[in-house]
Antibody
Framework: QVQLLESGPGLVKPSETLSLICSVSGASVGSNYWSWIRQPPGKGLEWIGYIHYTGNTNYNPSLKSRATISLDTAKNQIFLNLDSVTAADSAIYYC??????????WGQGTLVTVSS | QSVLTQPPSVSGAPGQRVTISCTGNSSNIGAGFDVHWYQQLPGAAPKLLIYSNNNRPSGVPDRFSGSKSGPSASLAITGLQAEDEADYYCQSYDRSLGASVVFGGGTKLTVL
């Protein structure tokens, strides 16, 4: 069974960098695409970006190059860095596995609040 | 404002049929990109409900079905049950945004 578990600080100060880790079990990050998706409390889903094990990445243009996604095949982990955060970046952050047939596995999500 | 447009809410009585629309344009759904649907129960992560327009993953009841025509897609739920009360999201891809993944704004389904 594929499982994804997000981890990272629950509180980040404005203008700092948000850093999250997604630990994957039951599948290898050395295959498929892997995404980060976020959801502000009470609002809809927003795609942040994806990475392929080859290193190919694609990001939501609305994030204006603030996001960086990387992976470590040895640790079977995926990483998200989001620079220069503001209160608008407060959200539940999900990591997920993407296939041609949609996003088939999601982590439980981790809540990140941006506040001084 | 979401690239894909969904009604904010729909409702129906137990046993009834409801549909949720997802409207895009010639850069996304109308360009031929597949549409996927997700169900998000309260307090939970989204779950893949329909993939590639009209396919159900293993374990999803056949009460749920999807369709796509032109720049729009629809999710239909028949035999509505109380446990279907959730938020539903459509997802596709947009070539004007560099083949980015795009979501609809979500639809809250209330079972009366």
């Amino acid at each position: 069974q594929v499982q994804l578990l997000e981890s990272g600080p629950g509180l980040v100060k404005p203008s700092e960098t948000l850093s999250l880790i997604c630990s994957v079990s039951g599948a290898s990050v050395g295959s498929n695409y892997w995404s980060w998706i976020r959801q502000p409390p009470g609002k809809g889903l927003e795609w942040i970006g994806y990475i392929h094990y080859t290193g190919n990445t694609n990001y939501n243009p609305s994030l204006k190059s603030r996001a960086t996604i990387s992976l470590d095949t040895a640790k079977n982990q995926i990483f998200l860095n989001l620079d220069s955060v503001t209160a608008a970046d407060s959200a539940i952050y999900y990591c997920s596995r993407d296939r041609v047939g949609g996003t088939d596995y999601w982590g439980q999500g981790t809540l990140v609040t941006v506040s001084s | 404002q979401s690239v894909l447009t969904q009604p904010p809410s729909v409702s129906g009585a137990p046993g009834q049929r409801v549909t949720i629309s997802c409207t895009g344009n010639s850069s996304n759904i109308g360009a031929g990109f597949d549409v996927h649907w997700y169900q998000q129960l309260p307090g939970a992560a989204p779950k893949l409900l329909i993939y590639s327009n009209n396919n159900r993953p293993s374990g999803v009841p056949d009460r749920f079905s999807g369709s796509k025509s032109g720049p729009s897609a629809s999710l239909a739920i028949t035999g509505l049950q109380a446990e279907d009360e959730a938020d539903y999201y459509c997802q596709s891809y947009d070539r004007s945004l560099g083949a980015s993944v795009v979501f609809g704004g979500g639809t809250k389904l209330t079972v009366l």
